[in-house]
């Protein structure tokens, strides 16, 4: 199994190789060069596992350089009981809506109650395996640029991994009180927060510059280090996220949830980067049974537009919303996609890519448009409909999701509208607690504006629905603020030094 450049694709690499480099020298993404497949059999194999093994066996086919021993490990350190609440890492939860049945796949239960912690609590062992394996031997420096929820994950998975540091960004005002409060008490002996004056985008730009400057490059190399990044463009980051959507098709098989074998299933998914729905395409390029993929998008629908006419187009305004990790014009995984529906042409893609940088621009041909819209159906929804979607869940189900998942349960309810298809058993991805995002979901449920702090609000929300606050949010309150640090736009480079001392 190897990789090649979705850029230049006689660019080949082992997998220890793109886990620790993250991205192509030439800005392009790694992508495997052929899929394993799963048959029937292999999936009631799969059944009787618990997720860990799930996991080891799909990781298997994807590392070959990674011994059994050490992806059981691996696996075993990420996925412990006892760092998800209820000791299943992705449960599924069923929910009829009127005429509707979906099934709710919770990746939410981790230590930072986000589906970040799947693949973030699994790609600090990935990560530094790769690293001793590719020669290097140098201590990893992660550094991240968040709007939220990577940067808690990040620093959550990699506090006190032996050979890392890590070093995270967000804007002063652009992530909620609670993500704030998450980052600014995190604990460990290798971590780092730092405020910066400016947007997403600001962090996002000081960061690659950072990665890139031949100076600060330099001084790392003397003290045995290199950079590293944690962001779903590393193939480490996607991989583990393969995983759940094989566990959800098989705890349906496990509880007779599907009519006959081989029975498929449709996947909605709430959509930013475009990383968690490009896990679910290359699950059912493996043979998992699926009918359609749904990307739901919030205000910012570029993606729709994209998947309904060919055309991805950055050029419009921004949308600040109430589902914020969605909240992204450029999804970096997009070209992962095209290089797949393109049948691996890289001259293409990186055409593509070229005029998506110089004019914010591109549109790709029919064919590679006929592929992707036989397996997508794209559609999007605003504030007051996301917010309606939750209120609409809790009194009819007396169930609370979180804002980002009420687009993707807005989205299906479209689907089903347009197409007919309410048969087909619908996983809806669930990717974070309604607790970390208790203004929002507060607001949908009484109709009025949320006041007080971000851990009344919790409380008045709990009180309000029943439903249980997880312990990673609950614990916050006793913890000590370490981190209080900003800095400029341009002196995050300063900051880094500052931070390895
Ligand atoms: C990151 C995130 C998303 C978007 O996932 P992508 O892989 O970027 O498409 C959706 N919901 C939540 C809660 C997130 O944190």
Not at 135 to 164: M, N, Q, W, Y
Not at 325 to 331: G, H, P
Not at 340 to 362: E, F, I, P
Not at 376 to 388: L, P, Y
Request: hydrophobic share 40%; charged share 20%; glycine share 8%.
């Amino acid at each position: 199994m190897k990789y090649c450049c979705t850029r230049n694709s006689s660019e080949v690499v082992s997998a220890p190789q793109a886990i620790a480099q993250g991205i192509s020298g030439d800005g392009g993404l790694f992508v495997p060069q052929s899929l394993p497949q799963y048959t029937q059999s292999d999936l009631a194999a799969l059944a009787h596992c618990t997720y860990q093994e799930r996991a080891v066996k799909i990781l298997a086919d994807f590392l070959p350089e990674f011994t059994r021993e050490e992806l059981e490990a691996c696996a075993a350190a990420a996925y412990a009981p006892e760092k998800f609440s209820g000791g299943n890492p992705a449960p599924l939860s069923l929910q009829q809506e009127g005429e509707l049945s979906m099934y709710l796949l919770e990746l939410w239960h981790g230590p930072t109650c986000a589906f970040k912690d799947m693949a973030l609590q699994l790609l600090p062992h990935l990560l530094t395996r790769s690293l001793q394996k590719t020669g290097e031997g140098k201590e990893a420096v992660i550094l991240t640029a968040t709007s939220g929820d990577t940067g808690k994950a990040a620093l959550e998975g990699f506090r006190d991994v032996p050979g890392t540091k890590i070093l995270v960004f967000y804007p002063e005002h652009g992530v909620s009180d609670m993500q704030k409060c998450q980052m600014a008490v995190q604990e460990g002996e290798n971590v780092s927060v730092c405020a910066i004056e400016g947007n997403f985008d600001d962090a996002q730009t000081g960061v690659k510059q950072i990665f890139t400057d031949p100076a600060v490059k330099a001084r790392l190399a003397e003290r045995g280090m290199m950079f590293s990044s944690a962001n779903s463009i590393n193939w480490g980051r996607l991989l583990p996220q393969i995983v759940y959507y094989f566990s959800a098709y098989c705890d349906l098989m496990q509880t007779g949830e599907l009519e006959a074998p081989g029975e498929k299933i449709n996947i909605v998914v709430p959509t930013g980067n475009f990383g968690n729905i490009l896990a679910a395409y290359y699950a059912r390029e493996m043979g998992l049974p699926v009918h359609r993929l749904v990307c739901a998008s919030n205000a910012n629908n570029v993606l729709t537009e994209f998947l309904r006419t060919g055309v991805y187009d950055r050029n419009r305004p921004f949308h600040a919303t109430i589902s914020p990790s969605m909240d992204i014009l450029v999804s970096s995984n997009l070209e992962r996609l095209l290089y797949h529906m393109t049948g691996g042409d890289s001259g293409r893609v990186a055409g593509w890519m070229q005029q998506l940088n110089r004019t914010g621009r591109y549109q790709v041909d029919g064919a590679a448009l006929a592929r992707i819209q036989e397996l997508f159906w794209a559609g999007c929804c605003g504030d007051s409909e996301t917010k309606e979607a939750i209120r609409t869940l809790f009194q009819t189900e007396r169930y609370l999701c979180d804002t980002h998942t009420a687009v993707a349960v807005n989205v299906y309810g479209q689907y089903v509208k347009e197409t007919g298809d309410s048969r087909t058993p619908t996983v809806v991805v669930s990717t974070a607690s309604p607790y970390k995002f208790a203004p929002s979901v507060l607001e949908a449920i009484t109709g009025q504006p949320a006041s007080g702090d971000e851990f009344a609000q919790v409380d008045e929300l709990a009180a309000l629905t029943g439903a249980p606050v997880p312990e990673p949010i609950l614990r916050l309150r006793d913890k000590k603020v370490r981190f209080t640090g900003r800095c400029a736009k341009d002196g995050m480079a300063q900051a880094v030094l500052a931070m390895l001392g």
